[in-house]
Nanobody, 126 residues
Framework: QVQFVESGGGLVQPGGSLRLSCTASELTLDYYMIGWFRQAPGREREGVSY????????DYADSVKGRFTISRDNAKNTVYLQMNSLNAEDTAVYYCAAQNLLLLRNRYDVSEYDYWGQGTQVTVSS
């Protein structure tokens, strides 16, 4: 059974940094698109960043470009999200998700992803 273990969330002051990790079991990253999504209270889940497990291409939401960096370590079956210059609007529960590259039609569509982590809370506050 595919599982994700997410870690790295927490409380950080505005302008600070966090690095989230997402480690997959029973899933080989090489064949999947991995996305980081977030959901703030009262808001819909939104895509933050994406990385292809095969060739490593990346994509970012406009709201995080230049501040967040997604990367992968296929040997460790782990995807990372380095988050810098955090602000209050980044406060949310962050989830990693995966979909097989052969099945994926639209990386930006939350409903396209079959496998999800449990989420990790990120709170940006002074």
């Amino acid at each position: 059974q595919v599982q994700f273990v997410e870690s790295g969330g927490g409380l950080v002051q505005p302008g600070g940094s966090l690095r989230l990790s997402c480690t997959a079991s029973e899933l080989t990253l090489d064949y999947y698109m991995i996305g980081w999504f977030r959901q703030a209270p009262g808001r819909e889940r939104e895509g933050v960043s994406y990385i292809s497990g095969s060739e490593g291409s990346t994509d970012y939401a406009d709201s995080v470009k230049g501040r967040f960096t997604i990367s992968r370590d296929n040997a460790k079956n782990t995807v990372y999200l380095q988050m810098n210059s955090l602000n209050a609007e980044d406060t949310a529960v962050y989830y990693c998700a995966a979909q097989n590259l052969l099945l994926l039609r639209n990386r930006y569509d939350v409903s396209e992803y079959d496998y999800w982590g449990q989420g990790t809370q990120v709170t940006v506050s002074s």
